[in-house]
Nanobody
């Protein structure tokens, strides 16, 4: 059974930081490019960061570039999202997901397995 379990969300003031984790099981983690998606209230889910299987290539959306850092630990089957200098527009549910795309990026339809998500709320 495939499972992706996110953690690390919470309430933070604008300018603060959070680190999200996504622990996977039931898959060969190193076979997948991993992505983090953000869904703001009332909006569609968007890819904010992705990382290739061996961490050689990363992708960031323009809205988070320079503030967020994605990383992974293939020994622990875990992907991380370090989020710095958070602002109120970063509020929403963050979900990790897997894809067989070799190059990090893509859209929702390119991703196969998903976690339930973790809530991040940034207060002004």
């Amino acid at each position: 059974q495939v499972e992706l379990v996110e953690s690390g969300g919470g309430l933070v003031q604008a300018g603060g930081s959070l680190t999200l984790s996504c622990v996977t099981s039931g898959i060969t983690f190193s076979d997948y490019t991993m992505g983090w998606f953000h869904q703001a209230p009332g909006k569609e889910r968007d890819l904010v960061a992705a990382i290739s299987r061996r961490s050689t290539t990363t992708y960031y959306s323009e809205s988070v570039k320079g503030r967020f850092t994605i990383s992974r630990d293939n020994d622990k089957d875990t992907v991380f999202l370090q989020m710095n200098n958070l602002n109120t527009e970063d509020t929403g549910v963050y979900s990790c997901a897997t894809t067989f795309l070799l190059r990090p990026g893509g859209k929702v339809a390119d991703y196969d397995y998903w976690g339930q998500g973790t809530q991040v709320t940034v207060s002004s």
